[in-house]
């Protein structure tokens, strides 16, 4: 049944306070597949009887909602082109600036882990050809079950054929029951936490590379900008930040630059700083 | 580009095909590898081979192995699309010349994103 327009209403509002994500109207298709499934597992009849729910101030919905609208689908090596200039361009460049043999790249939505384990499978193949060099990937999203699940690493047969070379497959994972989990190896490089990308981040380690990539998107134009500013001053000055294939800094940021010299689009840290 | 789809279920081939052809691939069939090997030598080679494991007659492995033995079909891209998941069978099938490996059951999803691995999405 389709959400009626109170609903649809209140639960934009609701999304854009908790997690500042726009959902404009022509996006109800979005809500409805997102939190139809949750209604059902509720026990509850429809998108209306969710939303009364979430009126009467039931926080766990309102974490569950959160959850939903946020959960994006993902894959290994997604759009291939930023881990091939990891490889071939990125991290090549960067070992021959940082004397201490210690790169740290974060990933900002990990989503299930596909994506910092695809980075951990990328510098594994450099520790392979480079010995010495140690990596240490960060891995935050704003859900705490996305982020259990790129912890425990462990992935279906469905999610191990979605964008995984059978290379890696055998040469990266161990089979789990059914499914698949990443090699102990990966696993080591990753660190898991919570980060709300739309409010004030906490600490962070200046960071080698940040892949800010398909989240952007959700937010509107202040909160981009705000993300943005952020993340300036958590990259290198000689970092790299790679965004979603849809997305860009142009009119938003005047802290990054378009590189245009390497295979895949990336963006750097104007020098000199903001403009 | 043209691929052939070798698989002992007339309905996985349809599938096969039909995410194929919204890929802009002309699709040719077999049901078992040795129908697979006379159709190479009867007709031009194709870019693509997609390979179920299980089969009568000739299997799936035993085709690849056929397949990299021959100079004239060096350029043809192999991927086993089977529900042999065990990870000493991957290690097999890439052994014996496979490019890619695509385990049953499988989304179109999963096929196009094979097909991006490979670098043959067309369309």
Request: glycine letters at 6%.
């Amino acid at each position: 049944m389709p959400i009626a327009t109170v609903d649809f209403d209140y639960i934009s509002n609701f999304v854009r306070q908790r997690a500042a994500i726009v959902l404009e109207p022509g996006k109800e298709y979005l809500i409805e597949s997102r939190l139809a499934p949750l209604a059902r597992e509720q026990g509850l009849s429809d998108l209306s009887a969710l939303v009364a729910r979430m009126r009467a101030g039931d926080e766990r919905l309102h974490s569950a909602v959160v959850e939903a609208m946020t959960t994006n689908e993902t894959l290994f090596f997604r759009d291939q082109a930023p881990f091939r200039a990891m490889s071939e361009e990125i991290l090549p460049a960067l070992a021959e600036r940082r004397l201490l043999k210690r790169i740290r790249i974060w990933s900002a939505a990990c989503s299930s882990g596909q994506e910092p384990y695809s980075i951990a499978m990328t510098c594994a193949d450099f520790v392979d050809a480079h010995p010495g060099w140690g990596f240490e990937i960060l891995a935050t999203d704003i859900s705490e079950e996305m982020l259990a699940r790129t912890a425990a690493a462990r992935y279906s047969q469905l999610e191990i054929n979605r964008g995984l070379p059978a290379t890696h497959l055998v040469r990266h994972f161990k089979r789990a029951g059914t499914g698949w989990q990443a090699e102990d190896r990966l696993r080591a490089m990753v660190t898991v936490q919570a980060l709300n990308l739309a409010r004030p981040f906490p600490d962070l380690p200046t960071q080698d590379v940040v892949f800010l990539r398909n989240v952007l998107i959700y937010f509107d134009v202040a909160t981009r900008r705000a993300i943005l500013e952020q993340v300036s001053r958590v990259l290198a000055p000689d970092g790299y930040l790679f965004l979603g294939s849809a997305e860009t800094t142009t009119f938003i940021s005047e802290s990054f630059e378009r590189d245009t010299t390497g295979s895949a689009a990336c963006y750097r840290p104007r020098q000199g700083g903001q403009k | 580009m043209q691929a052939l789809v070798i698989d002992d279920s007339r309905a996985m081939r349809l599938i096969i095909r039909r995410i194929l052809e919204t890929e802009g691939f002309e699709v040719s069939e077999a049901g078992d590898g040795q129908e697979a090997l006379n159709l190479l030598a009867s007709q031009p080679k194709p870019d693509l081979a997609l390979i179920d494991w299980n089969m009568p007659v000739l299997d799936g492995l035993e085709f690849v192995s056929a397949v990299r033995k021959d100079p004239d079909a060096r350029q043809i891209t192999l991927m086993m699309v089977t529900t042999e998941n065990e990870a000493d069978q991957i290690v097999r099938a890439l052994a014996a010349g496979a490019h890619e490996y695509l385990i049953k059951p499988f989304t179109p999803d999963a096929l196009l994103e094979k097909l991006d691995v490979l670098g043959m999405r067309t369309a």
